[in-house]
């Protein structure tokens, strides 16, 4: 939810964020009519609420014989009140229905355009070579008996998988990696639903543009997630927490759910893009005036992991039509994947500012010891995609796969994935 202020004294700058981001500015307009319809009508009831008072209060002092007048004329308020009361309900409902459209103030940094926009903010390593014709990951986790396509096809549908054997053990050892590093940094680990109500689910904006994305269960009114951060999001809502001793960070394993509406025939191939994926999510609540800094962290910590792990990547800074409604600065890192010739994204960091913490009512004490909306961030700390850039860079003429030294601890020493016999 966007700060009302700003809807009522600068709209000038909810205008100028629409426009960036491609929207079409027109919502904010109908937001500050339907806001300005309902700050009359609460007027008018709590007019006429006073005015109600006020007979009540001659009535207990008035005659014999002015009571009756009075306590007719007070009928007749008590009923333009409830009818004031029941008018500027439903308008307060309509103003918040309009102002929730609006989606999050682009900060200014951001590039203007649309994806294809973004800024390269660096590159880590260099491009793999070979002196073979690499293989694809797909054909990579056939030959090591990692990745079961057919089989994930036949029990579930298409875009869903087994990873089986040194599969299963990869993605485990990148989970457990990206915890280690995680609490090194003061994360508390959470395991999270994978089930929320639509109030959670709406409070963090993935019920926008991308609804048709989300598995929503219609009997039980529950929607599946496609990242933690939603059930993180909700874990404080409703709460003032207490930023005291720095921002809150947490570490939230899932299993995630995308159904991929609209991508149809897009990397079909393999586990790129598919209906159900593990990942370990960081999410912050801090101070809005620490946010920025914080962003910076998340990114440096992800770089961490991609170092670690040898691939080759680089940092970009999304641009404003590209950025999910509740994002206000979005920072992606791609991997070189080595048969496509081109990067692909496998971590995503978003600086939230206070939009979801104003819809889920979650918020600090500052200074001054009044309340205030948190900042909210997330980022990828490892996911199953990751596995995509691990097999095709490290890849071996004979189909095997070397494994990363950092990550051998998390494989019980293991140095090469080799093809089944």
């Known amino acids: 939810m966007i700060d009302v202020t700003l809807l009522r004294n600068n709209p000038e700058i909810l205008d100028a964020s629409q426009k960036a981001r491609g929207n079409d500015s027109a919502i904010v307009a109908a937001a500050r009519e339907a806001d300005s319809a309902w700050r009359a009508a609460q007027n008018e009831f709590e007019s006429l609420r006073a005015a109600q008072n006020r007979f009540n209060d001659q009535v207990k002092t008035a005659s014999k014989e002015e009571r009756p007048a009075l306590i007719s004329q007070v009928k007749e308020l008590a009923a333009a009140v409830k009818a004031a009361a029941a008018k500027a309900t439903a308008l307060e409902q309509e103003a918040q229905e309009a102002a929730a459209k609006i989606e999050n103030v682009v900060l200014p940094e951001v590039p203007a355009g649309g994806e294809e926009n973004f800024v390269t903010l660096r590159t880590h390593g260099t491009v793999p070579e070979f002196d073979f014709e690499p293989r694809d990951h797909l054909e990579l986790g056939e030959l090591l008996g990692a990745i079961d396509m057919q089989r994930g096809t036949k029990v579930s549908g298409a875009r869903f998988y087994f990873l089986r054997g040194v599969g299963a053990q990869l993605e485990l050892a990148l989970m457990n990696m990206a915890l280690q590093k995680a609490l090194a940094n003061g994360f508390v680990p959470l395991i999270t639903p994978t089930l929320v109500k639509p109030e959670i689910m709406h409070g963090t904006g993935f019920l926008g543009e991308h609804a048709s994305e989300v598995y929503h269960l219609a009997e039980q009114d529950l929607y599946l997630t496609g990242t933690s951060e939603v059930a993180l999001a909700g874990y404080h809502a409703d709460e003032i927490l207490d930023l005291g001793a720095g921002p809150l960070r947490y570490a939230g394993w899932s299993t995630c759910y995308r159904s991929e509406a609209g991508s149809h025939g897009k990397d079909t191939r393999g586990i790129i893009r598919v209906h159900q994926f593990n990942k370990l999510e960081m999410f912050v609540y801090a101070d809005p005036a620490n946010a920025a800094a914080e962003h910076d962290r998340l990114v440096a910590w992800q770089e961490e992991m991609l170092q670690a792990l040898e691939l080759h990547y680089r940092v970009i800074d999304v641009a404003a039509g590209d950025l999910g409604s509740s994002a206000a600065r979005k920072f992606d890192i791609e991997a070189w994947v080595p ?83």
């Open 339 to 421: 048969t496509q010739g081109t990067y692909r994204e496998l971590t995503s960091t978003s600086n939230c500012t206070t939009y979801q913490a104003r819809r889920l009512k979650t918020r600090f004490r500052g200074d001054d010891g009044k309340t205030q909306p948190v900042a909210t961030l997330n980022g990828t700390l490892a996911t199953t995609r990751w596995l995509v850039a691990l097999l095709e860079t490290h890849q071996q003429a004979d189909g095997s796969v070397r494994v990363p030294e950092a990550l051998q601890p998390y494989l019980g020493g293991l140095t090469v994935l080799r093809p089944q016999a």
